[in-house]
């Protein structure tokens, strides 16, 4: 079974800071997607990124960044310059290709930006 | 993007009290999901419905009851429910759901549940 760790259950940063947030799969499977979703108190998810096993390349978007290492099974999340608005809880998600349908989230990290 | 709906945004409710919770989605889907997300939970997939057909029941309880009258809408029937039950209840839709290429999820604002 698929399972996601993210194992930093709260982070604290003063604005502008970088900050990144790790997250690490387990699966047999060699077909997988991994997601990066937001979740700011208002408490809907916000999709942020999706990335493929087969495409390892690193990803940025203004301020965000994503870093895939299938040798390690991680897929971390870094936003550089971060702000108050930026304060979510963060999760990191896995689902299978094929005939699995299932989204495997992880258990998400608190992410606070102080001013 | 906000092309998920839900409604109500909150409900109270008693555990002898029926309730519905709706979701509509407007990005022409085909795939709906419901999910739980307790306190300090990671969140629960509960149903899964692919072209109004149900697909997936992650050994849900009864009292929860889906209904997809379409591909657009999606209900939560709830009856005689349970303190344990209150959460926080999300919509989710996608392209579809058939397998091979696994579409992204994209969730609605979701409906805060709480059972007295």
């Known amino acids: 079974a698929q399972k996601v760790t993210q194992a930093q259950t709260e982070i604290s940063v003063v604005e502008k800071e970088d900050v990144t947030l790790d997250c690490v799969y387990e699966?047999?499977?060699?077909?997988?997607?991994l997601f990066w979703y937001k979740q700011p108190p208002s408490g809907e998810l916000v999709f942020l990124i999706r990335?493929?096993?087969?495409?390892?390349q690193n990803e940025i978007s203004g301020r965000y960044s994503w870093n895939f290492q299938k040798s390690t099974s991680s897929f971390n999340f870094t936003i550089t310059a971060s702000q108050v608005v930026d304060s979510a809880v963060y999760f990191c998600?896995?689902?299978?290709?094929?005939?699995?349908?299932?989204?495997?989230f992880g258990s998400g990290t608190q992410l606070t930006v102080l001013p | 993007e906000t092309g998920v709906t839900q409604t109500p945004r909150h409900l109270v409710m008693g555990m002898t009290n029926k309730k519905s919770l709706k979701c509509e989605q407007h990005?022409?889907?085909?795939?709906m999901y419901w999910y739980k997300q307790s306190a300090k939970k990671p969140l629960e997939l509960m149903f899964v419905?692919?072209?109004?057909?149900?697909?997936e029941n992650n050994s849900v309880p009864s009292r929860f009851s889906p209904e997809c009258p379409n591909s657009s809408h999606l209900f939560l029937h709830l009856h005689t429910l349970q303190p344990e039950d209150s959460a926080l209840y999300l919509c989710?839709?996608?392209?579809?759901?058939?397998?091979?290429?696994?579409?992204?999820?994209?969730f609605g604002p979701g409906t805060r549940l709480l059972v007295l």
């Open positions: 699966t047999r499977d060699t077909t997988y997607y």
């Open positions: 419905y692919n072209f109004k057909e149900q697909t």
């Open positions: 989710a839709s996608s392209q579809d759901n058939s397998g091979g290429f696994q579409e992204t999820q994209y």
């Open positions: 990005l022409g889907h085909n795939a």
């Open positions: 990335r493929n096993s087969f495409d390892e």
């Open positions: 998600a896995l689902i299978l290709g094929g005939s699995a349908r299932q989204l495997t």
